[in-house]
DNA sequence: TTAATAGTTGAACAGTTGATCAAGTGTCCC
DNA sequence: GGGACACTTGATCAACTGTTCAACTATTAA
């Protein structure tokens, strides 16, 4: 039987450990903020129709085969978070990735998530290198 | 008054487009499991806090200021979603980050949620360039 | 102005989630 | 074995979240 070296909790000492506030309170919430609007199956659907370019909420709403009403409400999460753009066409609005941070962090969770059973090399067209929202 | 130039929702295509599956659906399912599980301020800093390196149960409750059980419960959630590895040592069960992909993410939102307002360079200590849980 | 299209917002309801407490398991030391 | 320590798990309950419907605002065209 392998025998511990230590009795206790061995290689880290119990108490003189810097508190948990190393990083601002505030950055903490906000990321906390942005990965519960990204954490839902749906609005994260949503995000990764908007990482191949702008989109229309009629457009979104077609293509997710849902009501306008309920992909309205799922923006307005996203809008919250700071996670999409917005801007008015005549009558639409078009809505997109709000930044390349964004697409970043979309692309690396479904890297994550896909990891070691899909080719990632799918998932690169998703977000191209160049900002997806040309103006 | 700047006239659109085109009357409906111009510059894209309403109908041309590939359907929202360009990525596998489980993907974005995992995604946003994972997402869900980081979505939550004191399970976040929990996370924060296994980036400096692996802690007990203990350890955290007392960092946290709160019960063992709360904890155990925050680190089921964690571990479901494959964001936290475990060992045990001795009495112990010492948690650590899984991957460099968490910290990675991690440190992404991190870096996005203080976005322009707080000096990065101090983030960096959370996640090492070295593998945080040394074996 | 009126009608039509495009989108937003508020309220209500169902489903989900997080904290807490009590009871359970696993490991160490005597 | 027995007791102490270190967690985990199940149940309960309050708080939150997502969807839906209805009513509202904004823009365009006639």
Redesign the interface.
Known sequence: MPK?I???????D??A????T???P????????????????P???LL??LG?????V??IA???GDDLSTISQRLRVLRNEGLVSRRR????ILYGLADQ??A??LF????????GR?DLS??A??VPPTNPTQE
């Open positions: 511990v230590d009795p206790a909790c061995a290689p880290h119990h108490s450990r810097p508190p948990a190393f990083v601002r505030g950055a903490i919430e906000r990321a906390a903020g942005i990965f519960r609007a990204m954490g839902d199956a609005r994260l659907r990764a129709l191949q370019g702008e989109a229309c009629t457009e077609a293509a997710a066409n005549g009558k639409h941070h964004v970043d962090l690396n969770a479904l890297a994550h998530a896909s990891e899909a799918r998932l067209s998703l």
